[in-house]
C-alpha cells in the first residue's frame, strides 16, 4: 500500500490522532535546508502531542519500513521532532508551535495543507 508518499503518509498519520493545522512544507529548492520536508502540526494537550508521535512512527514503520533516526523532546512533549533525515516531522504542543513560527521562518518553501476530508 505504498501509494501515498511518505510524507502524505506522516500527514494521515497526524490527523487520524486529531492533529491540528496540518501542514508539509516542500524544502527542497532551499538550499541551505537540513531536509527535503518538514511536517509540521499542533495538538492542545502533551498527552496529545505524544500520541501524534507515536503513531507517526508506527506508520512509517509500517507503511514504509523506515524507522526514526533521531527523536527529540519526549520527555516533556512541547515540541517533539522526528529526524527521518529527508523528512523532519515537529509536532508542537499549541503555544510552543505560534511561540516558535517555523512556518514563518521557511516562508520561501512550498506549503501544503492537510485536512480529515483531504483524499490523499
Known amino acids: 500500500m505504498k501509494n501515498k508518499s511518505e510524507v502524505g503518509v ?6 487520524e490522532k486529531k492533529a491540528q493545522d496540518v501542514v508539509s512544507l516542500d524544502l527542497t529548492k532551499i538550499g541551505t535546508a537540513i ?3 518538514f511536517v509540521i502540526c499542533h495538538a492542545d494537550s502533551t498527552t496529545q502531542v505524544v500520541a501524534i508521535s507515536d503513531y507517526v512512527e508506527e506508520m512509517m514503520e509500517k507503511e514504509y519500513g523506515r524507522s526514526v533516526l533521531r527523536k527529540q523532546g519526549r520527555e516533556n512533549a512541547f515540541w517533539i521532532i522526528l529526524d527521518y533525515s529527508d523528512i523532519v516531522v515537529h ?3 499549541t503555544d510552543q508551535r505560534l511561540f516558535y513560527r517555523l512556518e514563518d521562518l521557511w516562508a520561501d518553501a512550498v506549503k501544503t495543507t492537510y485536512s480529515d476530508s483531504q483524499d490523499n
Open 35 to 37: 531536509a527535503d520536508h
Open 91 to 93: 509536532i508542537f504542543k
Open 10 to 15: 506522516i500527514a494521515d498519520a497526524m490527523l
